[in-house]
């Protein structure tokens, strides 16, 4: 929606700009269409989509049934009949029922057709921990949809990010899995690019430059990290990169940061065996094995379901971890 | 683009499908008062339980989501009644009330949902995962319409039992080689679920094999901020879907409990007997919002109020107290007994939640245990991987 005076003055939240970014493509390209349980009249169980149904309609902002694997499905329909559907689903653990159509249908679709048809689905999911949610309100499934040949993953951290990212991701031409780290949805305000503004996917962001130590990571847990980084000793020089793309992975990004440091530490809330981090450690070995001073480091999730909220902090990586992984690192 | 069906109206409390005749009580009302008074204690119970569970969400005690059962009670109390102890249960997530009319504790249900150790799933799994297996409780499932197959699942198993195995698995209360008994399962869902696949499968599968399984529509008007018109197609008529499967549907007016019971109990035992599924259309409805975060833009006050008007709790009570005499005119329930019941339940809620408050939170040791049966190493996370991971550094 259109910024109110208050978001001039403080700047928007990450919810708002996914708004903007939703409103102004809706604006922009008639081919967009919103649809999710309750993102219309409701604005959505995040209240990302506010607004939009009042100003586009009904027939642009669908309101659906309870059926993530009908969403899903008829969006994948829409995207090869050459609209640009923009699905919601409430909460990454529902990507469940709907993992059948896009895994198995837009993830495949151009290659099965061998070009003929492609996909320009952009998924939205609320993703990830620390909003005091169980299990399926709470996980960090990227990995699996990134070890889906056929689908991009996006995962931004800040609102400018967010806004950017998903701009590129609805005008992609094949499907994009957009997750939101609700963690982040209202917890800070910056000001964002206002009118067109789109960051490229496979782009990762140097958020913050060292010659020490690369610390990777992406989505909410950036925040950890900045955390961590106050409370390392002056002498650590730590360069930070927020992969905001899950897949395509930024391999330049990476491989001339940790040939520049020769350590890395990977951050991640997702379970630890075969996670992204496994991934990112795995392509660091292949490119800077003669540079590396220490063994690539995990900070994780642990292999096992995400507890209920007073076990979450123990569960989350926190500043504490990647400190004291930093520091093994260093003085390995 | 319009809907295909005229949207049918706001939910009114006005018409059930059943007929509310002076006769139909004959059933229910030739229980025991004891009973009957057993049912109102429950729904007050439920009602008491989820008023302390919104304050200490409030209060920020408990954490997560929070789905309450208020104004529904009539449903899980009516229809787990009409069961054996140990025909089995599987629930969505709005489930405190089925836990407690099932037997759990309200200790253990608090427990749960404040994160405690004590929970009845060590407060690990919170508000939508209450579970009770000695109760023949499967749960509490967060993926709407999830646990609709596998409440299947266990009426086919217990199907089998009686026609293939010839005798009982071992469950709870079941020693080995018992008999197998005829059981019938019970799998509850919102008016929302009746949108997704699973239960569409299940369904399917339960009219073709002939499974004793009862779907039971809570019929609540919402899923969320959508009235059932908006997302359901032949709202007007769910029997439409259970025929579609072949299977037996009935409507049953979820308010007043002794009403629920009457329709529900020969259906219960018919399914039973016969070892066949069946569909209810239960019509009731949720006073507040769907979860603790809900602006309810959806409905007025008004129509809510008009739910309220004929509130289970009360009509039972003035049932109860009033219109239920015995020859010597005395009610079954007076005034001062009906006081102390509120009292008592009162007691044993804010006890719930002492217990709960005063239990330790979970050890984080429990991060890593109840993963697999047999944990191996490196199969499971062990102890190792705990605040640091298992370094190679170390
Ligand atoms: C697969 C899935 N999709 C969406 C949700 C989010 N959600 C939770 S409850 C709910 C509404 C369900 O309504 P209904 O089945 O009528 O149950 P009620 O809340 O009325 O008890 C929704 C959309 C979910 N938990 N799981
Ligand atoms: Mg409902």
Redo the contacts with the bound molecule.
């Keep these: 929606m259109p910024r109110t005076p208050m978001m001039i003055e403080k700047g928007l939240t990450l919810v708002d700009a996914i708004n903007e970014a939703l409103y102004q493509e809706l604006e922009r390209d008639p081919r967009v269409v919103l649809l999710g349980?309750d993102v219309g009249l409701n604005g959505g169980v995040f209240r990302v989509t506010e607004g939009l149904q009042k100003v586009f309609g009904a027939d642009r902002v669908v309101d659906t049934p309870?059926a993530?694997s009908g969403i899903m499905g008829t969006a994948i329909g829409l995207a090869m009949a050459g609209m640009r559907p923009i699905p919601e689903i409430?909460f990454e653990g529902?990507l469940g029922?709907a993992y059948d159509q896009l895994c198995n249908h837009a993830a495949r679709y151009r290659t099965r057709t061998r070009g003929a048809v492609t996909i320009p689905l952009t998924v939205r999911v609320p993703w990830g921990g620390g909003i005091h949610a169980p299990e399926l309100h709470s996980d960090s499934p990227e990995a699996i949809y990134a070890h889906t040949p056929g689908l991009k993953v996006v995962c931004p951290s800040t609102p400018s990010d967010a806004k950017g990212l998903l701009l590129s991701a609805i005008r992609d031409p094949d499907p994009v899995v957009f997750f939101e780290p609700k963690r982040v949805y209202r917890s800070y305000r910056e000001q964002v690019p206002e009118g067109d503004y789109t960051i490229p996917i496979g782009q990762a962001k140097v958020v913050q430059e060292g010659s020490d130590i690369t610390v990777i990571t992406w989505g909410a847990n950036v925040f950890q990290c900045l955390e961590a980084l106050d409370k390392l000793p002056d002498d650590v020089s730590v360069e930070l990169i927020d992969l905001r793309t899950i897949y395509p992975i930024d391999t330049d990004t990476i491989i001339q940061s940790v040939q520049k440091t020769g350590r890395c530490v990977v951050v991640q809330e997702a379970p630890k065996t075969l996670g992204m981090a496994s991934e990112l450690a795995t392509i660091i070995q292949e490119h800077c094995f003669l540079y590396l001073k220490a063994p690539v480091q995990r900070v994780a999730g642990f292999d096992t379901v995400m507890p209920y909220y007073k076990l979450e902090l123990d569960y989350l990586p926190d500043a504490k971890r990647i400190v004291e992984t930093i520091g093994l690192t260093m003085a390995y | 683009m319009t809907q295909a069906h005229a949207p049918t109206p706001a939910p009114s409390p006005a018409k059930p499908d059943s007929p509310r005749a002076a006769s139909r009580r004959r059933m229910a009302e030739q229980l025991p008062d004891a009973t009957l008074i057993k049912w109102l204690r429950d729904m007050f119970l439920i009602r008491e339980f989820e008023n302390r569970t919104a304050q200490a969400y409030q209060q920020a005690r408990i954490g997560g989501f929070c789905?309450l059962y208020t104004g529904q009670e009539a449903v899980a109390v009516g229809t787990i009644n009409a069961l054996q102890p140990d025909d089995p249960i599987v629930h969505?997530?709005?489930d405190h009330g089925h836990a407690l009319a099932r037997g759990m504790d309200p200790r253990a249900c608090m427990a749960e949902m404040f994160g405690r150790a004590s929970g009845c799933a060590k407060g690990k799994g919170g508000s939508m995962h209450m579970f009770d297996k000695p109760h023949w409780f499967f749960g509490g499932h967060?993926?709407?319409?999830a646990q609709t197959p596998l409440g299947t699942g266990l009426a086919f198993a217990a199907k089998y039992e009686c026609e293939v195995l010839g005798k009982s698995l071992p469950n709870p209360g079941v020693l080995d080689g018992q008999p197998p008994k005829k059981k019938v399962a019970l799998a509850f869902?919102?008016?929302?679920?009746l949108n997704?696949g699973a239960l569409h499968e299940a369904m399917n599968l339960a009219g073709l094999y002939s499974i004793p399984v009862i779907y039971i529509v809570?019929n609540?008007g919402?899923?969320?901020g959508t009235a059932i018109h908006r997302g359901t197609t032949m709202a007007h008529d769910l029997m439409a879907k259970a025929r579609a499967y072949g299977i037996e549907g009935r409507v049953i007016d979820g308010f007043d409990v002794m009403e629920l019971y009457d329709h529900f109990k020969p259906l219960v035992d018919a399914c039973r007997e016969e070892q066949r599924p069946a569909f209810v259309d239960l019509k009731t409805y949720?006073y507040l919002g769907?979860s603790m975060s809900d602006p309810q833009k959806y409905r007025t006050k008004d129509e809510v109020d008009q739910f309220k008007a004929k509130d289970s709790i009360d009509c039972m009570a003035a049932y109860l107290m009033g219109e239920r005499v015995d020859a010597a005119g005395k009610p079954s329930l007076s005034q001062d007994q009906f006081q102390e019941m509120q009292e008592e339940v009162r007691a044993l809620v804010r006890d719930s939640v002492e217990f709960a408050e005063n239990s330790p939170v979970p050890d984080p040791a429990e991060l890593y245990s109840d993963v697999f049966v047999n944990p191996q190493p490196n199969l499971s996370p062990t102890a190792e991987y705990v605040k640091g991971a298992r370094n190679p550094l170390l």
């Design positions: 349980e309870l993530e409430q529902f029922p | 789905h969505a997530y709005r967060g993926i709407v319409g869902l919102g008016d929302g679920a997704q809570e609540n919402y899923s969320m949720r769907h």
